[in-house]
């Protein structure tokens, strides 16, 4: 999963950052509506967390831009304006999910992936290939019964490659789901995080396994 968090707030913004990354998945922070849309053209994201107040304007009018999307992003606005009639006109002009500020971090964290979950492949928000099964709302992976234990590069990698399972993921398709915007990625490390991840599926008997497509990507393929 890939965030934009559109918050002014550097505390707030550096909070939620973490906070999503633990729980979700890559965040990447905009301060301002201009820069937020320019990202959101260029890059694919699952969920848009918006503040309204910001230096450029309300955060509801990059509403418009969100919904002429495709895949479209799903939509949560955060702001301290929770007056009902807000809430009313952010829901009717296209947000999925509206929370007030100050809010509990476990809160956010279930409202967003109820978001997510309306968006996710199945109504259970899981997939699966062969033995191998990836929920998409709490990001967690299991071989058959047994839970896979993965750090979180990998689990992105995985992530993205189940969402495309059968088929080629390009390189830097998989970077941007492993990496935010700002991160330097270093060569061959990708190369790294999906060497170590065939292992972890191959040990825990997985049938599914990570193809190398030499110069273009991988793919997620059963044996």
Same mark, same amino acid.
């Given at each position: ?11 707030l913004?550096?909070s ?7 729980a979700?998945g890559?965040?990447?922070v *905009? ?11 260029? $890059?694919? $994201?699952?969920?848009?967390v918006?503040?309204?107040n910001?230096?450029?304007?309300d955060?509801?009018s990059?509403l ?6 495709r ?5 949560l ?14 829901l ?9 500020k100050p *809010?509990e971090?476990?809160?956010?964290i279930a409202?967003a ?7 996710s ?7 699966? *290939?062969?033995?191998?099964? *990836?929920d ?6 299991m ?15 995985l992530e993205?490659l189940i969402?495309?399972?059968?088929r080629v ?10 990496y935010n915007i ?9 190369d ?10 191959r ?9 190398t ?7 997620l393929?059963?044996?």
């Open positions: 999963m890939r965030i934009l968090i559109v918050e002014d707030d550097r505390e913004a550096s939620l950052k973490a906070m999503l990354e633990a979700i890559v965040a990447d *905009f301060e301002t509506l201009a820069d937020a849309e320019a990202a959101l053209l260029a $890059f694919k $994201f699952d969920l848009v918006i503040d309204r910001l230096p450029d304007g955060g509801l990059l418009p831009t969100l919904r002429q999307l895949p479209r992003p799903a939509t606005v955060l702001t301290a304006l929770d007056d009902p009639t807000d809430i009313v006109s952010a009717d002009k296209g947000a999925d999910e509206y929370v007030g *809010f971090p476990m809160e956010l409202r992936r109820a978001v997510l979950r309306r968006y492949l199945d109504e259970t928000g899981s997939t699966q *290939f062969g033995n191998l099964s *990836f998409l709302v709490n990001r967690s992976a071989i058959g019964e047994n839970a896979l234990c993965v750090p979180r590069r990998e689990l992105a990698v993205a969402r495309r399972a059968g993921v390009q390189r830097d398709n998989l970077e941007a789901a492993v700002d991160e330097e990625i270093e060569s061959n490390v990708l790294s995080h999906v060497s170590r991840l065939r292992k972890r599926l040990e825990g008997n997985c049938n599914a396994t990570i193809r497509i030499r110069g273009i990507g991988y793919m393929v059963q044996e």
